[in-house]
């Protein structure tokens, strides 16, 4: 369990495993089976570009793979600051298949937040486009990096300077890991699948813990109701 989360109580626990609300399995392990059962089916359109499952389920992996080869390891924290498009799914998913958690900020944060973000995360990276209209993100990762203990990576989709690495060129190389090195990481479903933000209407958002045991359910019943997979 990453230190700082706080368990669920074991009575609750208990009651949500005997009701069949928890399967104890990641997030990782349930989008192996999507993306084997529905493979040719458009997964992600963006713009005019659609993605199937497998292409989406190829390139994760790839991004998965070089993640690791930049030091990212399981637990790792990682801001994604990424707007509406389809690279922000590559990273999401790639970072379940490796077992670091993102933090769900939003494109309209600024140094106020995503620097608290990081402080109180311990997040090792940031994922954020170039530019949007006159706000620079590379130059807020610059910014907390020189102040963050813990900041080493800052992921750019878009014009990368030095220093930073590219998250298009991140999709699209071939990594020097091996498929068979996803096999091997493991994933506590009981430590957080990602961190939610809290509305920040009394100050900056607060970080809230959402497990894979809480996702995995929560995919499967908004997935039933929305009559999606």
Not at 160 to 170: D, K, Q, R, V
Request: glycine share 6%; proline share 6%; charged share 25%.
């Amino acid at each position: 369990m990453l230190e700082g989360v706080v368990r669920f109580p074991p009575e609750f626990a208990a009651r949500y495993r005997e009701k069949g609300y928890w399967e104890d399995r990641s997030l990782a392990d349930t989008f192996v089976e999507v993306f084997a059962k529905h493979g040719d089916r458009v997964a992600v359109i963006d713009r005019n570009h659609a993605v199937t499952y497998t292409e989406l389920n190829e390139r994760s992996e790839r991004l998965a793979l070089n993640l690791l080869d930049q030091g990212l390891r399981p637990i790792d924290r990682v801001v994604m600051q990424l707007p509406n498009v389809v690279e922000f799914v590559y990273l999401y998913f790639a970072l379940q298949k490796i077992g670091c958690i993102p933090i769900m900020a939003l494109p309209t944060h600024r140094y106020r937040e995503v620097s608290q973000f990081v402080e109180l995360s311990g997040a090792v990276a940031c994922a954020a486009p170039d530019q949007v209209r006159d706000f620079d993100y590379r130059e807020l990762i610059r910014r907390i990096r020189q102040s963050s203990k813990t900041l080493r990576l800052g992921i750019i989709l878009g014009d990368a300077p030095e220093g930073f690495l590219s998250l298009t060129g991140l999709i699209q190389r071939q990594s020097k890991q091996s498929p068979e090195e996803l096999k091997k990481i493991t994933i506590d479903p009981e430590d957080p699948a990602l961190f939610q933000l809290s509305g920040g209407t009394t100050g900056v958002p607060k970080l809230i813990p959402r497990t894979h045991n809480d996702y995995v359910y929560n995919s499967k019943m908004a997935a039933s109701v929305t009559g999606v997979g």
